[in-house]
Every structure is written in C-alpha cells, then in structure tokens.
T-cell receptor, first 112, second 114 residues
Framework: ETGVTQSPTHLIKTRGQQVTLRCSSQ?????VSWYQQALGQGPQFIFQ???????GRGNFPPRFSGLQFPNYSSELNVNALELDDSALYLC???????????FGQGTRLTVV | AQSVTQLGSHVSVSEGALVLLRCNYS??????LFWYVQYPNQGLQLLLK??????LVKGINGFEAEFKKSETSFHLTKPSAHMSDAAEYFC????????????FGGGTRLMVKP
C-alpha cells in the first residue's frame, strides 16, 4: 500500500506567476485535503475534495483553487503568486470524508 | 468556529525527563482533538486522538493526552523523553470525529538534551 505522495518536493516561482502542486492519495482514499504551513506556524486548512467535488473551504482567496480527478489524485493551483504564499503545502488523504487523514511530505514553495 | 492555543513555542527537557506539551482549545460544539508530530522535512503523523468516551487517550511512542472539558485542555505527556522525540508537535481540533478539516495550533518544538 503506497502512502500519500506529493510532487514536486521543492520549487521556486516568481511573484505573479501561477503554480500547480500535485498529490496522489493513498490507495482507495476518495477524500483529499490541502493545508498551507507557513514557516514557524501550524498548518491552515485550504480546502477538501470528496469524489471530485469541493467539500469545504478555509479562509483562502479564490486564486487558490483545486481539482480532484476520477482516480482521486488532486491538484492545488495558485494564481498570481504573492511572496506570502511561500510555505509548505501539505496534502492529506482519507478513506472517506469522516475518517483519519494521512499526510504527505509536502511541497515547499518559495516565491521570490 | 474553533481555535487552538499551544502554550510555549519551544520546550526543552532532558533525556528521561517528563514531557508536557500544553494545548487549550475553543469550540462551539463538542470537539474532536488530535496531536500530530512533524519531523524535519516531513509531513504530519498522528500521535493520538480524542473523539468520545475515555478522556485519557493513549497514543504511539508512549505519548498520552487527557481531555479536560472544564479546563478546555488537551495536554500531551510522556513519562520519559527520548532523543528521538525531538520534533515539532501540533495540537488540532475538528468538529468531525476523524479530523479531515483540522484547525491547528501554532506548534511546540520539543528539544531533548542528552
């Protein structure tokens, strides 16, 4: 059984650019959540996808968007990058909406 | 709405000493509470969780936590610290009994001295 995998592990973008982060959920998991963890802070919930539909959203602007595919993998897209978007982005998958979430190792995004 | 406060961003203990990491929560509905550990350059690993029932919860690696509703607390303890316990610890709250949509505290970095 493979765990949650995220790609890339690190990337650097320029302010104003767009970025796509990817997450492969654990086998059989149909729910994916994304979190942003700024340096020295706790993770903040961005949104959750369940069976390809957004199922909940935190306090993030619309330039943060997502997708979930039929195989339950997911993407996080961020448009018009700002310096404050620099953070570790964590993906978590779970068997269903109300079961334990398993976290990937994250993608470290640096905006310059 | 819910929130979590972790008292002490850094805690230092000697190897073999008691570990106590503090967490207080605020929730408008009965909370579900979690402790996660994060090692450098890694994701989060669930240590333990409280949903309902017994208020003393035992987790992995010898950690345990006690839910105290009257004090709105969920402090994490371990009787004897090991060097491998050095990491960042996060307390989190959710209104779901599995914690898919978590509100995290700011974290506590545990340092263990030889």
């Amino acid at each position: 059984e493979t765990g949650v995998t995220q790609s890339p592990t690190h990337l650097i973008k320029t302010r104003g650019q767009q970025v796509t982060l990817r997450c492969s959920s654990q086998s059989g998991h149909n729910t994916v959540s994304w979190y942003q963890q700024a340096l020295g802070q706790g993770p903040q919930f961005i949104f959750q996808y369940y069976r390809e539909e957004e199922n909940g959203r935190g306090n993030f602007p619309p330039r943060f968007s997502g997708l979930q595919f039929p195989n339950y993998s997911s993407e996080l897209n961020v448009n018009a990058l700002e310096l404050d978007d620099s953070a570790l982005y964590l993906c978590a998958s779970s068997l269903a909406r109300n079961t334990e979430a398993f976290f990937g190792q994250g993608t470290r995004l640096t905006v310059v | 709405a819910q929130s979590v406060t972790q008292l002490g961003s850094h805690v230092s203990v000697s190897e073999g000493a008691l570990v106590l990491l503090r967490c207080n929560y605020s929730s408008s509905v009965p909370p579900y509470l979690f402790w996660y550990v994060q090692y450098p350059n890694q994701g989060l690993q669930l240590l333990l969780k409280y949903t309902t029932g017994a208020t003393l919860v035992k987790g992995i690696n010898g950690f345990e936590a006690e839910f105290k509703k009257s004090e709105t607390s969920f402090h994490l303890t371990k009787p004897s610290a090991h060097m491998s316990d050095a990491a960042e610890y996060f307390c989190a709250v959710s209104v779901s009994n599995a914690g898919n949509m978590l509100t995290f505290g700011g974290g506590t970095r545990l340092m263990v001295k030889p």
